[in-house]
């Protein structure tokens, strides 16, 4: 019977073999892609964050603690309005802390995105 045996089954089971890990692998780059957007998305976002912190909140309330010093100073105001404009900056500082950390967080979460390890980016 070996005589007859053409090899035809195992060619048929190899080829469809063949289309399984073809979709495994489709399936699997929209899935990394899918990945990289989010990350991206969640960097673009905390960048973002860090800007408004920079260019708005923490000049806003240096100017405030400023005034309020400048208050105190010249007896327009007591004590307390300076101490509440100096622990309303501790809490920015500790947002602006925060945020920052976000952001280093997002930009390592988009590097392993990308697949950059151990200082190298994998490619197969």
């Avoid at 309005?81 to 925060?98: A, C, P």
């Avoid at 390592?108 to 697949?115: E, H, P, Q, R, S």
């Amino acid at each position: 019977v070996p005589i007859f045996n053409t090899g035809v089954p195992l060619v048929r089971q190899r080829m469809a073999e063949a289309g399984t890990v073809r979709s495994e692998k489709q399936a699997l780059e929209i899935s990394v892609e899918a990945e990289r957007q989010q990350a991206n998305e969640r960097l673009a976002s905390r960048k973002e964050a860090v800007r408004v912190y920079e260019e708005e909140i923490r000049p806003s309330i240096n100017q405030s603690l400023e005034a309020a010093d400048s208050a105190f100073q010249t007896g327009a105001s007591d004590l307390s309005l300076l101490l509440q404009t100096q622990q309303r900056l501790i809490e920015m500082e500790r947002g602006y802390v925060d945020a920052l950390r976000d952001l280093r967080d997002s930009e390592l979460d988009y590097l392993l995105a990308l697949g950059l390890k151990n200082g190298w980016i994998d490619k197969y």
